[in-house]
């Protein structure tokens, strides 16, 4: 193996290497490696849940912007009454 090839050799194997590592989540720290947890994040999904209903609630207010005036009355009492 010629000089060339070895250094081609070791460029992929660090390469290989780095992308293994974050794709099993692993973070070098001084000197040490530490493994960062992928689960669910109770504030994100709390914020997906928000996000959700304010979608809803714009899509009903698009609804309520193009239909008629007594229509328009009904969903703003039920929007009250669903607060």
């Not at 504030?43 to 328009?72: C, F, I, N, P, Y």
Request: glycine share 4%; no cysteine.
């Amino acid at each position: 193996m010629n000089p060339f090839e070895m250094v081609v050799a070791i460029i992929a194997i660090t390469a290989i290497a780095s992308v293994l590592r974050a794709k099993y989540g692993v973070v070098r720290r001084d000197k040490g490696e530490d493994f960062i947890q992928r689960g669910l994040d109770p504030e994100a999904e709390r914020l997906r849940a928000e996000v959700k209903a304010l979608k809803d609630r714009v899509a009903v207010l698009e609804r309520l912007a193009t239909d008629g005036s007594t229509a328009l009355e009904r969903e703003f009492e039920k929007l009250r009454d669903r607060d």
